[in-house]
């Protein structure tokens, strides 16, 4: 699978904004999706994640109550509604994928597949 993020963009704090990622292959529905965020001069650092069928989802405690992921597997596609955004949150969104669902879902070397990124920048 192959995964390509967008909806990035400027926005002012408190506004919302949906990042979608789309992926290709007929296997989508098999992978388990995450977003990961990478601010400057910092680790990248896990988002959310959704199981296969988005049975179980999780968050960090920095976006708890205000992200929502999402998934369509008809479409191949997860989103990230970001909710009351903070100049917290400003960083590179990644899209990624993983066949294995683990305990180990918010480490970024538990996936094998990677977007590009889209760039969300938060002003306040």
């Known amino acids: 699978v192959q995964l390509v993020e967008t909806g990035g963009g400027l926005v002012q704090a408190g506004e919302s904004l949906i990042l979608s990622c789309v992926g290709s292959?007929?296997?989508?529905?098999?992978?388990?999706l995450a977003w990961f965020r990478q601010a400057p001069e910092k680790e990248r650092e896990f988002v959310a994640v959704?199981?296969?069928?988005?049975?179980?989802?999780e968050y960090s405690d920095a976006v708890k109550g205000r992200f929502t992921i999402a998934r369509d597997n008809a479409k191949n596609m997860v989103y990230l509604q970001m909710r009351n955004l903070k100049s917290e949150d400003t960083a590179v969104y990644y899209c990624?994928?993983?066949?294995?669902?683990?305990?180990?879902?918010?480490?970024?070397?538990?996936?094998?597949?990677w977007g590009q990124g889209t760039q969300v920048t938060v002003s306040s």
């Open positions: 990624a994928a993983t066949e294995n669902w683990s305990t180990h879902l918010r480490r970024t070397d538990s996936y094998s597949v």
């Open positions: 959704s199981s296969p069928i988005a049975t179980t989802v």
């Open positions: 292959g007929r296997t989508f529905h098999t992978y388990s």
